[in-house]
């Protein structure tokens, strides 16, 4: 029997990487994992899955070299193997998805779009209000994300407690809300709530892990 080539073997080294993203479950860990590092106790929690089956989908993604591990005491903490690649890698998938599948589509239109049709606001477009400091950057995901890495400057109200803390929003800016990334409903919901409120406020392209994947300055809350 020959030998494999060398294409060969590549191709299989990337045929293990796309059957680690070929789960829905993987690709919502990868979701969270973006935003920090997680124990697998957390992930399980974050995801709706036992630590068992929670475990043996982190331990396939660990063997594609898309996460990594290290362990803290009794606890095994997961963090993305190469911030930028892993999410370039997810935005890739998210841009054939949206072109090519019909059902992504349809929840695009239906969920999405329904909640949120106008265009979202670049990170070039952020960085400029930033500077001009003409806007308030609106971060709804919950708390401990926030801890582990968030926007300069972002105000953190997790989407549960939007409604009762609105008196916190500065009247009379635009608001700028984002939350884990392009398909995370908590910006799109935020959006929603907001404008049917009178707030003047739109969404950020993406999320807090492709904010920092494009080498942008961040805040950590230690």
């Not at 979202?120 to 971060?139: F, N, P, Y």
């Not at 919901?189 to 739109?202: C, K, N």
């Amino acid at each position: 029997m020959s030998s494999i080539g060398p294409k060969q073997a590549i191709f299989a080294s990337l045929a293990e990487v796309a059957q680690a993203l070929g789960h829905a479950h993987r690709l919502e860990l990868l979701e969270h994992i973006a935003q920090g590092e997680r124990s697998v106790e957390g992930l399980s929690a974050r995801v709706g899955l036992n630590f068992a089956n929670a475990s043996r989908h982190l331990q396939i993604l660990r063997r594609a070299r898309l996460v990594e591990t290290r362990r803290d005491g009794k606890h095994v903490l997961y963090r993305l193997a190469g911030d930028a690649q892993v999410i370039e890698l997810m935005q890739a998938l998210g841009r054939v998805g949206e072109r090519n599948v019909a059902e992504v589509n349809r929840v695009m239109t239906d969920y999405f779009h329904a909640r949120d049709a106008l265009e979202a606001v670049s990170r070039e477009d952020l960085i400029s209000r930033l500077h001009d400091g003409l806007v308030t950057v609106l971060d709804v995901r919950p708390e401990d994300e926030f801890a582990l890495g968030h926007l300069p400057g972002a105000l953190n109200i997790p989407l549960a407690e939007l409604e009762r803390r609105l008196a916190e929003l500065p009247p009379n800016r635009e608001v700028i809300a984002y939350c884990r990334g392009p398909y995370c409903v908590l910006s799109f919901e935020a959006v929603a709530a907001l404008r049917s409120r009178g707030y003047t406020v739109h969404r950020l392209e993406d999320g807090y892990p492709e904010w920092k994947a494009a080498g942008l300055p961040i805040e950590t809350a230690t």
